[in-house]
């Protein structure tokens, strides 16, 4: 390149910054990122700003009430997730975390090998990997475990799809067509209904079945132990204002939540390690080894080079003056779009040693693989398991190659990519 990606941008008319700078982001992030942060750290377009080094991009993400989800609120109905630091927010991610017991994770490890192999093995040496393991094996999870039970898996999947894409990749600096904004947003809408249709029918059969179970002091019925099930089984006090309707949208939230973010970043990580020769016969060495933390620190170390989005989003509500004092100082103003560029944090060498270097066991709290701060990944401790073993239960067949490259067929998800193993 001739000229640097700065020059090119100010030489350009304001009426198409934003458009060269979303094509930089999904072709050419790392080196486009790197020179933001090293001479214009906070990018202003007149789309959105980009906020782009390590500390700046905390900041932004520690300050809810300044930097809010705005964005979301359309999109989610009425989900903890789409409220900012409030009593909502607090009470509910805190009644579910404490659902998603911590101590149940090597339990979920184990689960999710089970069935990971059971998909495998059904695969006589070769599988569409998206649809087939990375998207059924979480679908399969949140039935078993969740208790999102009496649904098709394939809908289950087309549920999280479509809340996915009109949440997180639908918005005005993601420069979709107006056509297909709003395809998303109808699709979105449908799948919603069908959503809300079956948590209903869900909770209502499952509050009778643990009814059932009281009164009969578990002598004759015994439920099999699921969050959907712990819910209904706990006796919220009326002061906590989480009655059954607010059980069932977040019973709904664990859904939407877990398959296609799962599904993007082991189909990706499968690939960088594929393209890498000599991290791929690393990971298939320490996948072999019982205590699997090494095997996981390389997984983790992948997916910083492709995570499953290079930025999160947020709307600014009052004017604030971001990095005080330094020679990038920048007023964000209010009713603004701010991008804090979490794949760009992730390569500052003022929080990353050798940024460009693949190093194993970094760091964990650096990372911004699960979000950062109030709005970080509910389900976070179960994804910490499920990534990593889904990759493990792949890379752990003989011979396993990649068939070519991830498909994305033009939109922001893996749809197809092709593997295949020497059959035993």
Known sequence: MNTSYLEQYDATADTDKFALVRRWIDTEPLPFFKE???KRPILVTPKCTLVTRFDDVREILLMYKVFTVKPYVPKMANYLMMHDDDALHTREKSLMQFMLNRDDLPKVRNMVADIARGILSRGSGQIEIVNDFCRTVPATLVQKYFGLTGAKTADLIEWSYWNQYDTFHNHPFDLLSPELSQQVIDRHNETSKKLGSYITMLI????????AEKLTFSTIIKLRDDIVT???RTNFAKELDFDIKRLGTNAGGLLIGAIETTSQAVAQILQYLFQHPEWLATAKEAAQKEDTAEFDGIVWEALRFVPITPYLFRTTASDYTAAKGTDHETILHAGTYVLPVTLSAMFDERAFD???KF?????WYNYFHFGFGDHECLGRYVGMVMIPEMVRQVLLKKNIAAQGNIDYRSGPFPESYNLSWTAE
Not at 204 to 211: C, E, I, M
Not at 359 to 363: D, E, G, L, M, S
């Open 230 to 232: 712990r819910m209904l």
């Open 354 to 356: 050798s940024p460009e």
């Open 204 to 211: 209502g059969k499952r509050y009778l079945a643990v009814l």
């Open 359 to 363: 190093i194993p066991q970094r760091n």
């Open 36 to 38: 933001l942060r090293e």
